[in-house]
């Protein structure tokens, strides 16, 4: 079963502008960035992790903390993946308890995803809160997640599929939704 192109829904100035926007959303809601980090759950929300900290730096003048967290061995569906699947590394250079984390994501959709990383975190300490950020919010939630700060809302039906194409890893900026072809 293939994928075809149903429809670019984001630029790359619509990505850029989104991230802003959360940027801007994350310091309002939480009184400024003390106490504040930002991690990034690896694959795409790494890069939009880092480029919301180069906003939150842009306009408030403080480098708010990055860490990237791998959550392979966390996921409920890891022996559906791969019976070796390839483990990254967890890069959290602070420490989590106490801290104020925003959860950055590229797309939320099942709240999988989620789950794993929130028990991912817990293992590293107690965080004060853990707030998320993502992209791209498609619906279909399958455990009771929601975000705090969606750069865009994308009803979508089961057949379809987003991506989200980074510079970092991609080589270009978009977003599509694609649609799974019958054969």
């Known amino acids: 079963m293939g994928l075809k192109t149903k429809a670019k829904i984001m630029d790359e100035d619509g990505i850029r502008r989104a991230i802003r926007r959360i940027a801007h959303e994350i310091v309002e809601k939480n009184n400024g960035v003390e106490n504040l980090a930002l991690i990034g759950i690896r694959r795409r929300g790494v890069p939009i992790a880092q480029r919301?900290?180069?906003?939150?730096?842009?306009?408030?003048?403080?480098?708010?903390?990055?860490?990237?967290?791998?959550?392979?061995?966390?996921?409920?569906?890891?022996?559906?993946?791969?019976?070796?699947p390839v483990v990254h590394q967890t890069e959290i250079n602070f420490p989590v308890t106490g801290k104020k984390l925003v959860l950055v994501d590229d797309v939320l959709y099942t709240g999988r995803t989620v789950r794993a990383a929130l028990d991912a975190l817990m293992d590293l300490g107690r965080p004060m809160l853990v707030q998320l950020a993502v992209l791209i919010d498609r619906g279909h939630r399958e455990i009771p997640v929601r975000a705090d700060y969606v750069g865009k809302n994308v009803p979508t039906s089961k057949k379809e599929v987003i991506h989200v194409h980074l510079a970092e890893i991609d080589g270009d900026e978009a977003v599509y939704i694609m649609e799974k072809e019958d054969e």
């Open 52 to 84: 919301i900290a180069e906003e939150i730096k842009l306009f408030e003048g403080v480098e708010v903390p990055v860490g990237i967290l791998d959550i392979t061995l966390y996921r409920d569906d890891l022996s559906s993946l791969s019976h070796q």
